[in-house]
């Protein structure tokens, strides 16, 4: 059984922190044991050696099986820590917020209980974040799609260090930022009041976007895959229209657009706020038999708000997501489709998005070949 050796020690900001890790892993789990334990113990093989990490189980009230999982790893290893929520909360943020608040390492990485780490991830990504004195160090993943493992996007630049508070526009990284296989300086995080937003979808990209903003200096490894991420149907609430995870979407992207705001960001001509459209919209088709409903509430604003004869589309969009006026939104669905696809940096990403798929002699293909029907 792991040894702890406990001793006491203040943050920056004069918090008392108990412990010795070097990171908190922070993993929001909700009806997961088809994954659970392959997932906890790619962290327990780390090559940094598990005695340096902190894993907080958050337990979102699951139904399953999970629980036990958890009770289990918890009584093998004092640094596995359990916390078990009494409701369901219907979003991974307020798990992940108890686990922020919960953790005690000197980084924090965030993960999902059905994806899998690549044994190295902690000890690259911590190396880097030592040796740069970085807020943040991300690197890229292997996506698993159909049981075939695909990578992100290659970069020339194996590596980039950006210092996107002096000037954001000159990054074009920023909309592929991402939460999981990244790892953050918690007190960065603390001194920043870097929360997830309680709403049901995209909770995570308003934690993503007020984490690069405000970081003084990140670091890239462009070509680094640490993580594999599975497509799996369960990751995405739904893919049919639903009124509720429409108003959850764009409420989180009003938030998005308020904070930016907030932090003097100008976008309304960048395509940061097109990058919005398209998460948007992704998200569902929306069937022909919710046409009818849909429009009918459209005019029941459009009765009360005459619309500018001439707008610039995507300026109009920003100003209905601010004002919440969601069904407006709708009026311009087909026309936002069309923008969205005649935007060049839009068709690169869709085109490039999964290039290549991984190949027998790459170093990887024996982790990702032994997860393909995981």
């Known amino acids: 059984m792991l040894k702890r050796y406990i001793f006491i020690k203040r943050n920056n900001l004069g918090r008392v922190i108990i412990g010795n890790y070097k990171i908190s892993i922070i993993v929001p789990i909700y009806n997961q044991d088809k994954y659970l334990n392959k997932s906890i113990e790619s962290i327990i093989n780390q090559t940094i050696g598990f005695k340096n990490i902190e894993l907080i189980l958050v337990d979102d009230y699951s139904t399953d099986n999970s629980r036990n ?74 996506f698993m799609i159909d049981n075939t493992p695909y990578y992100n ?46 709403v049901k979808t995209n909770e995570d ?89 849909i429009y009918e509430e459209m005019l029941k604003y459009k009765k009360n708000n005459k619309l500018p004869k001439s707008v610039s589309l995507h300026i109009r969009f920003g100003e209905i997501l601010l004002e919440k006026k969601y069904f407006i939104l709708l009026h311009y669905y087909r026309q936002i489709i069309l923008f969205i696809l005649n935007q060049k940096f839009i068709q690169n990403k869709i085109n490039n998005k999964y290039k290549d798929a991984v190949k027998p002699n790459d170093k990887i293909y024996n982790i990702v070949s032994s997860l393909r029907y995981y």
């Open 69 to 142: 999982i958890i009770k289990e790893y918890a009584k093998k290893f004092k640094n596995i820590i359990p916390i078990f929520l009494n409701k369901n909360n219907g979003t991974p943020a307020i798990p992940k917020n108890k686990g922020i608040k919960k953790s005690t390492g000197d980084y924090i990485m965030f993960f999902d209980p059905d994806d899998y780490l690549i044994p190295d991830i902690c000890e690259k990504l911590y190396d880097e974040i030592i040796n740069e004195k970085c807020d943040i160090v991300t690197g890229n993943a292997i």
């Open 153 to 198: 996007i290659r970069h020339n630049n194996p590596k980039e260090i950006i210092h996107p508070i002096k000037n954001y526009k000159n990054y074009k990284n920023y909309k592929n930022f991402h939460c999981w296989g990244t790892l953050y300086n918690r007190n960065f995080i603390e001194k920043n009041n870097i929360k997830f937003i309680n």
């Open 205 to 293: 990209t308003y934690f993503v976007y007020k984490s690069f903003f405000n970081a003084k200096k990140i670091c890239y490894l462009n070509n680094y895959y640490g993580i594999i991420y599975f497509i799996r149907n369960e990751k995405t609430l739904s893919k049919t229209f639903s009124k509720e995870i429409l108003i959850s979407t764009i409420d989180a992207f009003t938030q998005i657009r308020e904070l930016l705001i907030d932090m003097n960001v100008t976008f309304d001509e960048d395509p940061f706020l097109i990058n919005i459209i398209m998460r948007l919209y992704e998200k569902w088709e929306i069937p022909k038999k919710n046409e009818k409903y």
